[in-house]
Every structure is written in structure tokens, then in C-alpha cells.
């Protein structure tokens, strides 16, 4: 059975930086595209980064372009999301995700989703 376990949310000051992690377990690590969305309260959860595993290459949702750096390690089977010059409506869940389409952004894209790790951002 495929688990994702996400870690390292917590509380941080705007203009500070954070790196999530996720570990997957129980599926083909690289025959995944890994990915990361957040659900902020009373919002819809929504995409924040992905990593393909067609051709490797990270993709961003323009709200985090510039500032977040995805990126994932086959060989441990860990994601990663580094995430600096975080802002106050950062704040929400995220959620790791796996999917076999090549390069989502809808929810009803993903196959596999983990529970999920807080961040707060404080102004």
C-alpha cells in the first residue's frame, strides 16, 4: 500500500524559509510524478509544485515561481520542497502528492495523497 509521509511544517516568520519533505513508500518512486499542494482554510487545496517523471523537469504554480525549489531523490524515494521568502498566505496545509500523469496541477489528477504537514507563515 503506497503511504506518503510529509514532514518539517511549522511555524515561521514572513520572509523566512522552510524544506518539506516527503517519504513514499509501497510504489515505483521514480515511475511517479511527486508533487506538492496546500489548503489554506476555507480554500480549495491547490497546486503548488510538481516534479514530472517523464523528463524530470519541476513545475510551479506562478504564486510560488521564483521563490520555491522542488526537487526529489529516486534512490531514497524522498521529495522535496525548499521554500523560501515565505509569505503570509503560505499558510496552510501541504500535502505531498502521486500520480502517474505526467505533469498535473488538479486535485483530480493526483492518485496518492499524504496527510499532510502545517505551515505558518507570521507577519
Known amino acids: 500500500q503506497v503511504q506518503l509521509v510529509e514532514s518539517g511544517g511549522r511555524l515561521v516568520q514572513a520572509g523566512g524559509s522552510l524544506r518539506l519533505s516527503c517519504a513514499a513508500s509501497?510504489?515505483?518512486?521514480?515511475?511517479?510524478?511527486m508533487g506538492w499542494f496546500r489548503q489554506a482554510p476555507g480554500k480549495e487545496r491547490e497546486f503548488v509544485a510538481a516534479?514530472?517523471?517523464?523528463?524530470?523537469?519541476?513545475y510551479y504554480a506562478d504564486s510560488v515561481k521564483g521563490r520555491f525549489t522542488g526537487s526529489r531523490v529516486n534512490a531514497k524515494n524522498t521529495l522535496y520542497l525548499q521554500m523560501n521568502s515565505l509569505k503570509p498566505e503560505g499558510t496552510a496545509v501541504y500535502y505531498c502528492?502521486?500520480?502517474?500523469?505526467?505533469?498535473?496541477?488538479?486535485?483530480?489528477?493526483?492518485?496518492?495523497w499524504g496527510q499532510g504537514t502545517q505551515v505558518t507563515v507570521s507577519s
Open positions: 502528492a502521486a500520480t502517474r500523469a505526467p505533469y498535473p496541477r488538479q486535485t483530480s489528477e493526483v492518485t496518492c
Open positions: 516534479i514530472s517523471w517523464a523528463d524530470g523537469r519541476a
Open positions: 509501497g510504489l515505483t518512486f521514480s515511475s511517479y510524478t
